[in-house]
């Protein structure tokens, strides 16, 4: 490293940029407490409370949509900013908008700049972490996420015990909503302090300029043989033709069928929904409020879980540990309440239970993959596809979680869920590879490998004489 020049913390660099995804996880939870009083006091029917829940995720779609494209054009860095800045309006306007369309509008607002980082955080976090360690670092996010939930759960129920003695209207939502606003200050000052990703820089030739902040993050001569740092020349443009040529098609089922399983795991109807679900069983608010609290602090503390066991147990065996004992799991509760058992102590045992495979598993490694799985020039635009069928999903399992409670039940639902998980245990099993301790090259140069190996077997297959 020259002299003079400042070293960059790593840990710093995936602390603010991981803010993203505090920011993603307090949005997604801040609506369990919202909903409830916002329900209460427009009298939404069970359609419009899944378009106030699911509002916010359009605006994911279209966030997700172009953020592929943005950041592999202008940068990883560019695109954080925009998200920080749509995070502190959607947050603001939330709180002081008089009507009800006006806050959704703002909520799209906010979904966008959810889109754009849950996309671009995982892929920058992939793109200065080093092989051996690139799949805590990612996970950070997750862990993140998991906080920004743990967070919007406490503020949930602090505020519904103390503001409504002082808010006027009893509109303790807007509160909830506006404190959104802190953290997302805080993500647009930090993002100040980080730099631009140096795969992205020699992508786009400036390698004096990549070699610099490489220097600056390892402390190490850039080049110098540094993991996900020391990557190959590419300034080729490929198009989306590339993720369906048969080298890359199994790397993009892994892509689009992990994000979708997450989702559809059943983790949104209780984040979502779980006040409403716990006081349809006979919970009060404030009491279901406090329930989500513990639920959110069992999500960050099993999220640990896969920081400490990605990168030596690697992510094929966490997912099928996880996909299992998620099914087992959702099965049992959907049986406390068809039993009319949701005074019991097991409910709440089988609902962190849940939570525990959930965090451990499905939760963080779906960004894990799918962050590691693409080649370098079309990794944005790749990951944006995969994170948007996350978004998709979601917005459908918004839309049908309050219908379902209603058709179905509590206990059908989660069994519904539950059939969900088991089709992605077996999916994992049959199609997932293990990427711990491989650097992305090696990552991309395996499905050339495949390609290569297919390409032969089809050639010995069209010399088979026919009989």
């Known amino acids: 490293m020259k002299h003079g020049q400042k070293k960059i913390s790593l840990a710093l660099i995936t602390w603010v940029v ?26 939404l029917t069970a359609a419009q409370e899944g378009w106030f829940v699911s509002s916010a995720l359009i605006g994911c779609i279209i966030g997700v949509a172009f ?26 306007g939330c709180a002081v908008m008089p009507y009800l369309s006006g806050v959704i509008v703002f909520r799209l607002l906010g979904g966008i700049g959810i889109g754009i980082a849950s996309n671009v955080v995982p892929l920058y976090i992939s793109e200065i972490a080093p092989a051996h360690n690139r799949g805590r670092l990612v996970t950070y996010y997750q862990l993140a996420v998991t906080v920004g939930i743990l967070v919007a759960y406490i503020s949930n129920a602090g505020l519904v015990a103390v503001a409504p003695h002082n808010t006027p209207g009893n509109e303790t939502w807007r509160l909830m909503f506006g404190a959104g606003a802190i953290p997302a200050l805080l993500f647009f000052g930090g993002l100040f302090l980080v730099p631009e990703s140096p795969r992205w820089l020699r992508q786009k030739g400036r390698h004096e300029e990549a070699n610099r902040i490489t220097s600056a993050i390892t402390g190490q001569p850039a080049m110098a043989g540094n993991g996900a740092l020391a990557v190959k020349e590419n300034t080729k443009r490929v198009s989306y033709r590339e993720l369906f040529a048969p080298g890359m098609r199994k790397a993009l089922l892994i892509g689009l069928l992990l994000p979708f399983f997450s989702q559809f795991s059943g983790i949104n109807a209780i984040i979502y929904y779980g006040p409403g679900i716990l006081s349809n069983a006979g919970i009060s608010l404030s009491n279901s409020l406090l329930s989500q609290v513990i639920f959110g602090l069992a999500n960050v503390l099993f999220t640990l879980i896969a920081i400490w066991k990605v990168d030596s147990w690697g992510r094929r065996p966490l997912y099928l540990y996880g996909t299992a004992g998620a099914a087992v799991t959702l099965v049992l509760t959907g049986l406390c309440f068809y039993y009319g058992a949701t005074q019991s102590i097991w409910l709440l045992v089988f609902v962190l239970s849940f939570l525990a495979f959930f965090a451990f598993s499905i939760g963080p490694l779906k960004f894990v993959v799918a962050s590691e799985i693409f080649p370098d020039a079309i990794r944005g635009r790749a990951l944006a596809i995969s994170i948007m069928v996350m978004w998709i999903a979601d917005t459908i399992v918004g839309q049908l979680t309050p219908i379902l409670l209603k058709e179905i039940g509590s206990s059908g639902t989660f069994w519904f869920f539950a059939v969900f998980c088991v089709i992605a245990f077996v999916f994992i099993y049959r199609f997932l590879p293990e990427t711990k301790g491989r650097s992305l090259e090696q990552i991309g140069d395996s499905w050339k490998e495949q390609e290569g190996e297919a390409n032969k077997q089809s050639m010995a297959d069209s010399h088979i004489p026919l009989h």
């Open 18 to 43: 991981a803010l993203g995804g505090f920011l993603f996880g307090f949005d997604m939870a801040v609506i369990s407490g919202v909903l409830p009083l916002v329900q209460k006091q427009f009298l």
């Open 67 to 92: 953020s592929g494209e943005l950041s592999d054009r202008i940068g990883r860095k560019e695109p954080l900013l925009i998200a920080a800045i749509l995070f502190v309006v959607s947050a603001v």
